[in-house]
């Protein structure tokens, strides 16, 4: 469900929710250069939403078919059957160890 741009939004702050003290709102004792691409890194995964949104494509789901979020969906699914029958299977085996092998 894509969510409409409210024409009454101005863009004013009512409720700054900045918490003073957080690593992201004080600089860094040293000023590493990590802190400085994450923040370069968040600004430009900012822009890009932005950009998505006047687009009108407000999640990456937009750009996939329903055949494509289908295949996707039951890939997934299979890929957790999987791991769950390996599981189980070794399991099985364990038990069998242990009646036939170990406490004999």
Not at 7 to 14: A, H, N
Not at 31 to 57: H, N, W
């Given at each position: 469900m894509a969510r409409k741009i409210d024409?009454?939004?101005?863009?004013?702050?009512?409720a700054n929710m900045d918490v003073e003290g957080m690593p992201w709102t004080k600089p860094s004792l040293f000023?590493?250069?990590?802190?400085?691409?994450?923040?370069?890194?968040?600004?430009?995964?900012?822009?890009?939403?932005?950009?998505?949104?006047?687009?009108?494509?407000?999640?990456p789901l937009q750009e996939f078919s329903k055949q494509e979020i289908r295949q996707f969906t039951r890939n997934s699914v299979l890929a957790g059957l999987l791991i769950g029958a390996i599981y189980m299977i070794g399991l099985v085996l364990f038990i069998l160890f242990c009646v036939y092998i170990w406490l004999r």
């Open positions: 024409e009454l939004d101005d863009g004013r702050v009512i000023q590493s250069a990590a802190g400085r691409f994450a923040r370069e890194d968040i600004r430009r995964m900012r822009e890009q939403r932005l950009a998505r949104e006047e687009k009108g494509l407000v999640s």
